[in-house]
């Protein structure tokens, strides 16, 4: 009877040594799938965070590049008023020079020229200042020739100038702030 129940026991011992392997086999799939999914899941939330990070760079670079075509934008609004303006003051120094012209030729009309003379000249200095006030100033000829700013259109001879030094201004050149709306056209030595 010792015997029979021995082997009661071992059979007992085998059914729980066989029913404990399925049980173990069961969690160690689960616990595989588990690290599995965690890993998975670990490595999409990185995916999505450098997505993220470069999409917010992305955001960041295109708002700075917009807000510095903003301030160049508004900087130079006024240069197309500014040209719009220069015909202007081209006619006034125009008419400026032909009443100093008829001066010589007509001396009975001298005080209505110099009244209409006065008149063109503050006319001219208040629109060289209005133009100023706005970044508008006449570009400078008693310098050396520098094509940045000068269009020579005719080169004479000269014993006062140096070669390549403006010798007259023909047409008086304008920039705003840093660029240049009209050249100054220039003769120069050669």
């Known amino acids: 009877m010792q015997e029979e129940e021995n082997e009661n026991i071992d059979k007992t011992d085998e059914c729980q040594e066989t029913s404990n392997t399925p049980q173990d086999s069961t969690e160690s799939v689960e616990s ?51 040209k719009d303006l220069l015909p202007n003051l081209d006619a006034l120094e125009n008419a400026l020079k032909t009443i100093k012209d008829s001066k010589t030729k007509n001396e009975n009309q001298d005080e ?34 520098d094509p940045n700013f000068h269009d020579a259109i005719l080169q004479v001879q000269s014993d006062e100038h140096e070669s390549g030094e403006i ?3 023909m047409q008086r050149g304008y920039k705003y702030k840093d660029r240049v709306l009209r050249p100054s056209m220039v003769s120069i030595a050669k």
């Open 167 to 169: 010798v007259a201004e």
């Open 32 to 82: 595989k799938d588990a690290n599995e999914n965690q890993t998975a899941l670990e490595s999409q939330i990185a995916e999505l965070e450098d997505r993220y990070k470069r999409a917010y760079a992305d955001f960041e670079n295109t708002k700075k590049r917009l807000i510095r075509d903003k301030d160049q934008a508004l900087e130079y609004a006024y240069e197309k008023i500014a």
């Open 112 to 145: 209505i020229l110099d009244k209409i003379e006065e008149g063109v000249s503050l006319i001219l200095e208040n629109l060289l200042k209005t133009l100023a006030k706005h970044g508008i100033e006449p570009i400078a000829t008693e310098r050396v020739f």
